[in-house]
């Protein structure tokens, strides 16, 4: 054996009760696990490394279901803010927008609408256009050796409408569907797991339900699930959730809720609501999961608050409208008094929305203050040239807590790596749950919470290898004190770094040995299983 660890508390994934064992890795994988007690002639296993794990929880590698790391995998290779929580496998492509399937002019554009979450990429060779260009090019990151953890692909539909349907507010024309058919299809085929979309973000949002009905029908054919940001978070919220509910059922796909959460004042304590909903559609056999993040403000870009035709055209467009002064004020009684498209329906409010990051260096004084109003937020737009990334302070603690108990419930940062004051969630979101919400709250068991974080998604990924504590599983393990463990990342520091996990391995290597980093590179991009 290459590695055993010695006398762990097994927390494997399924639910179950833990138990004490022998836990070896041979070849990247669990080759065998000795419990406790074991009938006699069974040996304890024997290996060139022995990790004492007394008074340690080992389990399944954390899934991170809901991930903005495209192109930070890429540009860093230690890649600490996830591989310290113990998160080996991530899923990229979120909110319908990312760098593949792209053309030239494609590419140019998403860079901008996503400044953001990701940089603007001057500082890679963006050289892929197709998915599987891209995810092989996951594979041959930093010289060859890959990258710090494992990552998954969902194919961006408002990216998919830029290139065959532009930033137009229009329904697709027939040739126009076809070929978003075709992108998405092509790639599905290339390794994708499913299609994303974030449908209050221009331009996926202007795509009608059936021309997502349609794009939908080509995910079920392979297997894929459909993962929507969805068109409110905020007034409207429950009709958006039946919306997704039914498109999906019309077009037999299967659906994962992104980020499942009832923000802003309409919504306090309304998550039963919420769950009645997903119960009633479950029971009648839909294909239902969710992810959420174990925190109540949210995070995204200040342009995205904008209403939906102030963005019409594409990044430039918008700057062109805040110039103006009459277009201005109608942005301005859009957010304020209608309530924007953007901003989930909602009329703002400027005391909630905090600005995390610039990308202009002459604006960091912004950075931790809360927006004053309109006029500082049309200036930080206009010279951030849109790239000001913001927390809104909108969410509710109940309905956090109700959400994360459901059954189909499972855990995704929705981590912005970029900024100088990111959301703590980047850093903090795993360790968050087993620290808070298990161990100080009792919100959840660890058994149920790890489960939550590791099989659940697995299956969701229809991955059949990973995800649980079992012989030949490809060893994505994290081992943990369950007394100690708890997320660093505060809202004033947050990117520090988490305590309590002291080893992660990726594909039976170290990534983390004893807390800290190692020059490990064992992540690769994780395809598609065929249906």
Request: proline share 5%; with cysteine.
């Amino acid at each position: 054996m290459d590695l055993v660890f010695r006398d762990a508390e097994v927390v494997d994934g399924s639910g179950g009760p833990s138990y004490r064992a022998d836990v070896a890795i041979a070849g990247g994988r669990i080759a065998s696990i000795v419990k406790e007690g074991a009938a006699a002639g069974c040996q304890r296993p024997t290996a060139r490394r022995v990790v004492d794990a007394e008074g340690l929880a080992l389990s399944p590698g954390f899934i991170d279901m809901h991930a903005h790391s495209d192109l930070a995998l890429l540009r860093d290779p230690d890649h600490v803010a996830k591989a310290a929580q113990g998160v080996t496998l991530e899923v990229l492509g979120q909110d319908g927008l990312s760098y593949a399937p792209v053309d030239d002019r494609t590419l140019g554009e998403v860079r901008r609408a996503i400044t953001g979450w990701n940089g603007d990429g001057s500082d890679l060779d963006l050289d892929w256009r197709t998915v599987g260009e891209y995810l092989d090019r996951l594979d041959r990151a930093h010289g060859g050796r890959g990258i710090a953890v494992n990552a998954a692909y969902l194919v961006p539909q408002g990216t998919v409408r830029m290139y065959a349907v532009g930033w137009e507010d229009r329904p697709a024309t027939a040739s126009e569907l076809d070929r978003m058919r075709q992108l998405v299809a092509e790639g599905l085929e290339q390794g994708a797991v499913g299609m994303s979309s974030g449908l209050t973000y221009t331009p996926g949002m202007y795509a009608p339900d059936a021309e997502l009905t349609e794009l939908c029908r080509v995910v079920a054919a392979y297997g894929g699930y459909y993962c929507p940001h969805h068109r409110s978070y905020g007034a409207g919220a429950l009709q958006a959730y039946e919306e997704m509910v039914a498109l999906t059922r019309e077009a037999g796909c299967a659906l994962h809720l992104a980020h499942a959460t009832m923000n802003f004042g309409v919504n306090e304590g309304r998550a039963p609501e919420l769950l009645a909903l997903l119960d009633e559609a479950l029971g009648a056999g839909a294909d239902i999961s969710l992810d959420t993040y174990p925190y109540t403000p949210g995070s995204t870009t200040l342009v995205a608050v904008l209403p939906s035709w102030a963005s019409e055209g594409g990044p430039e467009a918008v700057l062109t409208r805040l110039r103006d002064e009459e277009t201005a004020e109608r942005i301005r009684h859009h957010l304020e008094v209608t309530g924007s498209d953007g901003c989930h329906g909602v009329p703002v409010d400027w005391d909630t929305i905090e600005i995390a990051g610039v990308t202009d260096p002459g604006l960091v004084e912004h950075v931790g203050r809360r927006v004053d109003g309109w006029a500082t937020a049309r200036r930080l737009l206009l010279d951030d040239r849109l790239g000001t990334t913001i927390l809104q302070h909108v969410g509710h603690e109940e309905n956090v807590r109700t959400i994360m108990r459901h059954r189909v419930h499972t855990g995704g940062s929705d981590g912005i790596l970029q900024g100088l004051k990111p959301h703590p969630r980047a850093y903090g979101t795993f360790p968050e749950y087993l620290g808070r919400y298990v161990r100080e709250l009792g919100v959840l068991s660890l058994e149920e919470c790890v489960a939550h974080l590791t099989s659940r998604p697995a299956a969701r990924l229809r991955l059949p290898d990973r995800g649980l504590v079992r012989e030949g599983y490809v060893a994505d393990l994290v081992l943990f004190d369950p007394e100690t463990v708890a997320s660093g990342a505060t809202y004033a520091s947050p990117r520090t770094l988490p305590t309590g996990i002291p080893h992660v391995l990726v594909d039976g290597r170290f990534v983390m040995e004893d807390g800290r980093r190692t020059d490990v590179l064992a992540g690769r991009a994780i395809r598609r299983s065929p249906a």
